[in-house]
């Protein structure tokens, strides 16, 4: 009887395809790079996510923004949108004996706005252990984020030792903030795919299994200063508008915007290095959500790798 494959779709959010030098190393693990693709259909990443999840236009799935839409709305619009479609090919390979993942970077692409995966996974992008990972987990599903209530919830089940591990990790990220703001530390550059890495080196997974992961490293933030995205965001905006950006901004911009994306490159390939073992049987993916970022340059989405 023939296996049925694995499939990994391995999303570099917010990758331009002529940012995406280093890519060519997967040839060695047998890739192809197809200089046809292109991004989906959408200039943003729900939709966009939702479009190669589900085969659909957004015209079709109408999953995306739209005037007077805010974000809670948008939550359930997808929540709900993913669930009348079955939640695509999530839910196909699911019903066809398929062990399903969703590992993510990105709060789009979850379980909160639908992506519904057997195995559900959003890592923030600054963690320093896999230990603080699962602590993270019981701060968001336990405790709603409430870092107070996880503490106490921590020492009310005598477990001491997470609480001031968790204190712990709390100073360390507050420390590292301030360092960031004397820029001794670069808090842009990694989120969340090294811890991606080790998780994905650690998985013993059921085959078959259908896996989608999201990782942010070619995503905004790119200033040091600017961790929030308040003067990207309003940078952009001018720029959308005509009401013109200065030349520094826009080199240095272009400037930071290389360095994340070729960090992101580095990371893409270690997160295939670490599913090598199942690359005989597995269609793997590798492509972005979006052609990338608006730099002031004039270029189009063109595709990804």
Do not use: C
Request: proline residues 4%.
């Amino acid at each position: 009887m023939m296996r049925r494959p694995n499939v990994v779709i391995l999303i570099i959010d917010t990758l331009r395809e002529d940012y995406s030098q280093g890519l060519e190393r997967l040839g060695d693990l047998g890739f192809v790079r197809y200089e046809n693709a292109i991004a989906p259909p959408a200039p943003w990443t729900l939709p966009s996510h939702v479009s190669m999840i589900t085969g659909q236009y957004p015209s079709q799935h109408q999953i995306h923004e739209a005037y007077n839409v805010g974000l809670e709305e948008l939550v359930n619009i997808s929540r709900e949108g993913m669930q009348r479609l079955g939640y695509g090919v999530l839910g196909e390979l699911r019903d066809y004996g398929y062990e399903t993942y969703v590992i993510s970077a990105n709060p789009f692409v979850s379980q909160d706005f639908g992506f519904k995966a057997m195995n559900n996974m959003l890592i923030p992008g600054r963690l320093y252990s896999l230990f603080h990972f699962r602590l993270y987990n019981v701060l968001v599903h336990e405790y709603g984020r409430d870092s107070i209530r996880t503490f106490l919830g921590l020492l009310n089940r005598d477990n001491v030792r997470d609480a001031l591990v968790k204190i712990g990790h709390s100073l360390r990220y507050y420390i590292d903030v301030f360092l960031n703001g004397l820029k001794l530390l670069d808090l842009t550059m990694e989120k969340g795919s090294r811890t991606m890495v080790k998780i994905l080196n650690g998985l013993k997974l059921s085959e078959p299994f259908f896996m989608v992961v999201n990782m942010m490293e070619a995503h905004s933030p790119y200033f040091p200063n600017d961790l929030n995205d308040k003067l990207y965001n309003s940078a952009i905006a001018d720029w959308i508008l005509g009401r013109g950006v200065s030349d520094g901004y826009l080199r240095e911009l272009r400037f930071r915007y290389g360095i994340h994306a070729r960090y992101a490159v580095d990371r893409a390939v270690e997160i295939v290095r670490a599913l090598s073992r199942y690359l005989d049987n597995t269609l793997f993916i590798v492509t972005s959500d979006h052609g990338g970022e608006l730099l002031g340059d004039g270029a189009s989405v063109t595709g990804t790798s």
